[in-house]
Structure formats: C-alpha cells, structure tokens
T-cell receptor
Framework: AQSVTQLDSHVSVSEGTPVLLRCNYS??????LFWYVQHPNKGLQLLLK??????LVKGINGFEAEFKKSETSFHLTKPSAHMSDAAEYFC?????????????FGQGTTLQVKP | DAGVTQSPTHLIKTRGQQVTLRCSPK?????VSWYQQALGQGPQFIFQ???????QRGNFPDRFSGHQFPNYSSELNVNALLLGDSALYLC?????????????FGNGTRLTVT
C-alpha cells in the first residue's frame, strides 16, 4: 500500500530565505509523486510531479523537489521564499495498482512566510 | 478554456438531509474523481468515475454515491447527512491519455452540516 508522511505540520521562514518541506513516502510500486499547494479557500494547484524520469523535478513558482529512492523521500525546496508562498502544501503519491490514478495525500504542511 | 468547475461553492444542510454536489471536468477530460477534505486534513479519495461507471472507491460508506453523465460531468450525492460530513468536497478531472492521475482540481464545495 502507498502512503506519505509529511514530517512537519508547520514551517515558518522569513521572506527571502530558503524553504524546505519534508516528505517521506511508502510504495510497493515505482511511485508517481506530486506536490500540491492550496491557498486559503481555494482548490489544489499542482506544483510539480515525479514520474520516474529525472530525479530532480522543477515545478512552478521556483519550487523543485528531489526524488531519493534510497531515503524514500521527496522533499520540496525553494531557494528564496516570497510572501505569496504562504499556503498549505501537500505531498501526494499516486496509487497505480489499479491504474486509476487514485491520489493519497499527506496531512499537509502549513508554510508561514514572515516579512 | 474553463478548468474544473464545481457548484455550489457553499452549502448548509441539516443532519439527516440529502445533498447533491456537481462537477464539470476540464475540457478534454473524461475521468472525474471526488475527494473529501475535512478541516485541517489532507483530501481523502471518495470515488472515481469513467465511462459513466464507478471505477474505484475509497473507504466511504454507501451513503456516498455518484453519477457521471454522457458529457462527463458528475454528481456526488450524500444521504442521511451526519455532522462529520462537514468538509470541503473537491472534484478533480483527468484523462487516461495523461495516465489517469488527476492534475486539475476545482475550488471545491464547502458543505456544513448543522
């Protein structure tokens, strides 16, 4: 069975400093992994996805994530935080066992960006 | 090009009532998935519809049912509402040609059960 664990429920950074949101996954298959962002009272927006191509994945708004199979991790990073990055972030694994693309979400990490 | 649209945006119901939520997928998508997001939690998969059939179901009781129409739009029905059904209900669309994994979500319907 697939699962994801987001290691921090809340991360606070200052504007202009690096962002690191940590995610570990468990999967019986070669996983597809995603990061989604959710701004208040909004739906989910895809930041980036990993589907067994390059292990370093670049996404929108300067975010990137590195797939590390040996560590079963898929941490999200950004070199310099912006105030508009404040939101809820979800690490997600896709269940491909039945090829239906069911998504399994982590509990989320709230990113606070201080001026 | 409209993305995934959901209606209504907000809804207040009383315990025991029934509710219907609606979703129109992104143009070109034929698969619709529904997720429930309780406050402070990550979304949880309810079910997925493709070719007007339920293809996969999450761990939700039979009170949750759905339907997909020939134009690919979908409805989520919840009967005998409980207080615990209060949540944001998200619809996502995808296509087998894109590997099924839903990449496009609507803004959700906020359901409050009193």
């Amino acid at each position: 069975a697939q699962s994801v664990t987001q290691l921090d429920s809340h991360v606070s950074v200052s504007e202009g400093t690096p962002v690191l949101l940590r995610c570990n996954y468990s999967s019986s298959y070669s996983p597809s992994l995603f990061w989604y962002v959710q701004h208040p009272n909004k739906g989910l927006q895809l930041l980036l996805k990993y589907t067994s191509a390059a292990t370093l994945v670049k996404g929108i708004n300067g975010f990137e994530a590195e797939f590390k199979k040996s560590e079963t991790s898929f941490h999200l990073t950004k070199p310099s935080a912006h105030m508009s990055d404040a939101a809820e972030y979800f690490c997600v694994v896709s269940s491909l066992s039945s090829n239906t693309g069911k998504l399994i979400f982590g509990q989320g990490t709230t990113l606070q960006v201080k001026p | 090009d409209a993305g995934v649209t959901q209606s209504p945006t907000h809804l207040i119901k009383t315990r025991g009532q029934q509710v219907t939520l609606r979703c129109s997928p992104k143009s070109g998508h034929d698969t619709v998935s529904w997720y429930q997001q309780a406050l402070g939690q990550g979304p949880q998969f309810i079910f997925q519809y493709y070719e007007e059939e339920e293809r996969q179901r999450g761990n939700f009781p039979d009170r949750f049912s759905g339907h997909q129409f020939p134009n690919y739009s979908s409805e989520l029905n919840v009967n005998a509402l409980l207080l615990g059904d209060s949540a944001l209900y998200l619809c996502a669309s995808s296509s087998p040609r894109q590997g099924y994994s839903p990449l496009h979500f609507g803004n959700g319907t906020r359901l409050t059960v009193t």
